[in-house]
């Protein structure tokens, strides 16, 4: 099984993120140590062509410089040419879904969808992830999110572009898989599928920053797991394989000291805060999410595309990491997702000795 997947990396899992306008640590050389892992695609980051789009024009590019960003996206398309990588997709796409119709929030989305498609044809690129919501005060009517996804995929299929929508742990209305995906079938367009995340769902099913054990309290920890297996037994009978267009791959520290349960002063909220600094691969030392059952889960819908490492490794306290070298840091992270990819295909139960809660929670399945 280990060879079925085809492995891509995220340029957001190298470090810095955004990549620096200066040469060791911007995105060609992110691109350069991708490629020199052994990795076959990558996702690109929005922030890293941005941070391209101002070092290969020697100005500030705004974010919406739509013209500017097309020139420096067909630059990066022909960087990925020269390095063999392919560009699967462009993400993150947020805060889309969900604005009131006649608002200048929802005019704002849609501009910046037209933006972004551009982009894509530039990169070519076909795939755009979306990410639910995290927009306070969204409607919790998924028939109002699906109509505003169903006009995005509208304005991605002229193109032949798809949508992959994604469970945020943190957001407002759709943190699940389950959610997701029910979402995706009111779409009803067929070029809408699931981005789906080792961390988004173990990270909201099994863990949570804010406790002092690092795991959702509502439950003993025997319910929690029983709760826990029985979603991914359910993700892997529910999900047709060919709505899954990725696996994204991280997993989490644990929290020295618990998160606050309210947003900060940003208006992120704990789960947000934790998926932005304290993201490793599985695998690493200190990682502890029972990741390696829910890719289990999504293998044995008979999905066999993407696996992706997205990782936002700030070290086990969220503060961040010195800039180290690239490649080593890439083949680093590919090391890890070798292993991963083959304990996925290593059978259905793994435990450490001493039970699936005191083990590392990469084996808790």
């Known amino acids: 099984m280990a060879a079925a997947f085809p492995l891509s990396c995220a340029t957001s899992s190298l470090n810095p993120f955004p990549a620096s306008t200066i040469p060791l640590h911007d995105l060609p050389s992110k691109l350069n140590a991708i490629a020199n892992a052994g990795f076959k695609g990558i996702e690109l980051a929005f922030p890293d062509l941005l ?13 919406k410089a739509w013209d500017d960003l097309c020139v420096a996206a067909k630059e990066v398309k022909t960087l990925c040419q020269d390095f063999g990588l392919e560009i699967m997709m462009l993400q993150p796409f947020s805060n889309f879904e969900g604005w009131e119709k006649g608002s200048k929030e929802r005019k704002d989305a849609f501009e910046r969808a037209k933006g972004w498609i551009r982009i894509m044809q530039e990169l070519g ?3 755009l992830q979306v990410g639910s ?8 009517d998924k028939l109002s999110l699906a109509a505003d996804l169903a006009e995005l995929c509208d304005m991605l299929s002229p193109h032949g572009f798809c949508l992959a929508y994604e469970n945020w742990c943190w957001a407002t209305q759709a943190p699940t898989w389950r959610d997701v995906y029910e ?3 009111l779409v009803d367009r067929p070029n809408i599928g699931l981005c789906l995340d080792t961390f988004q769902t173990a990270g909201y099913e099994w863990g949570d920053p804010t406790t002092k054990t690092g795991r959702v309290h509502d439950l003993s920890a025997d ?29 989490a520290y644990k929290p020295s000291q618990p998160f606050h349960p309210d947003p900060d002063d940003s208006g992120a909220r704990p789960r947000a805060r934790w998926s932005f600094a304290f993201r490793p691969m599985p695998g690493a030392a ?3 999410l029972p990741t390696i059952g829910m890719a289990k889960a999504v293998a044995r819908t008979g999905f066999r595309g993407w696996f992706s490492a997205e990782i936002f490794d700030g070290g086990p306290e969220g503060k961040g990491l010195p800039k180290g070298d690239l490649n080593e840091e890439a083949e680093g992270i590919m090391k890890l997702m070798r292993t991963f990819v083959k304990d996925v295909g290593n ?9 699936p809660y005191e ?3 990469y084996y808790a399945q």
């Open 286 to 288: 200190g990682a502890y």
């Open 359 to 361: 083990a590392p929670g």
């Open 51 to 63: 941070s391209f789009a101002c070092q290969f024009l020697s100005r500030d590019v705004d974010d």
């Open 125 to 127: 690129t076909d795939m």
């Open 347 to 355: 059978g259905e139960q793994e435990q450490g000795a001493k039970g």
């Open 183 to 185: 979402i995706v079938q």
């Open 223 to 251: 319910q929690l797991q029983e709760s826990y297996l029985r979603s991914l037994e359910q993700l892997s009978k529910t999900i047709p394989k060919d709505k899954i267009y990725l696996l994204q791959i991280s997993d």
């Open 133 to 140: 919501t995290d927009t306070p005060n969204i409607p919790s």
